[in-house]
């Protein structure tokens, strides 16, 4: 069976703090997907980064950084400097048999000045 | 703008109603998918099609939807005799297959049904 947790229903944080969302994952199969998807209030779901079975290089995108473990079957994201922009809910998903897509329930993050 | 996109944004309706919403896709894209979200939770997969042919449907799926994409474009989620469960956000994205890698999924603004 597919399964995201992402354990941290709410966080805030002062603007400029670092926070970390953190996202783990259950999966049989070898070959699939690890999505982050922002979801500010407006409701659009936005792409943030997409990482496969077989990379485990972890990414850095201005503040945005992804740290990907198989090892521990996690894909935690970390804003670094955080804004009041940030402020959303964060989503984790999994996607495998390249098809079937299934979140998280997501995490709110606000973001105080 | 070449985003995805629903309509309407909002739907309000009697119990027992019937509701179609409609759903463009990016124009290139050839997987469209359906889900539903209902408040403090992630989106759940409903059905995806590949072109016109609707390839999975997922148990939440009741015989009171229908989904169709005739031309394999645009997309139509139909609810009959509508109940209060079915008040959520319905979200439609659409991704193209790219050699070995799937591409994201982008998605729509969703549109809101909510049941009386």
């Known amino acids: 069976a597919q399964k995201v947790t992402q354990a941290q229903t709410e966080i805030s944080v002062v603007e400029k703090e670092d926070v970390t969302l953190d996202c783990v994952y259950e999966t049989r199969d070898t070959t699939y997907y690890l999505f982050w998807y922002k979801q500010p209030p407006s409701g659009e779901l936005v792409f943030l980064i997409r990482?496969?079975?077989?990379?485990?290089q972890n990414e850095i995108s201005g503040r945005y950084s992804w740290n990907f473990q198989k090892s521990t079957s996690s894909f935690n994201f970390t804003i670094t400097a955080s804004q009041v922009v940030d402020s959303a809910v964060y989503f984790c998903a999994l996607l495998y048999n390249f098809n079937k897509f299934y979140f998280g329930s997501g995490t709110k993050l606000n973001v105080k000045p | 703008d070449t985003g995805v996109s629903q309509d309407p944004r909002h739907k309000i309706t009697k119990r027992g109603q019937n509701v179609t919403f409609r759903c463009d896709p990016i124009s290139e894209h050839n997987r469209l998918y359906w889900y539903r979200q209902t408040l403090g939770q992630g989106p759940e997969f409903l059905t995806y099609?590949?072109?016109?042919?609707?390839?999975?449907k997922s148990r939440l799926l009741s015989d009171r939807f229908s989904a169709e994409r005739p031309k394999g474009s645009f997309s139509t989620l139909e609810i009959q005799r509508t109940e209060q469960g079915d008040s959520a956000m319905y979200l439609c994205?659409?991704?193209?297959?790219?050699?070995?890698?799937?591409?994201?999924?982008?998605f729509g603004d969703g549109t809101r049904l909510s049941i009386l």
């Open positions: 994205a659409s991704s193209s297959t790219g050699g070995n890698m799937d591409q994201p999924q982008h």
């Open positions: 990482r496969n079975s077989f990379d485990e």
């Open positions: 099609f590949q072109n016109e042919a609707q390839l999975e």
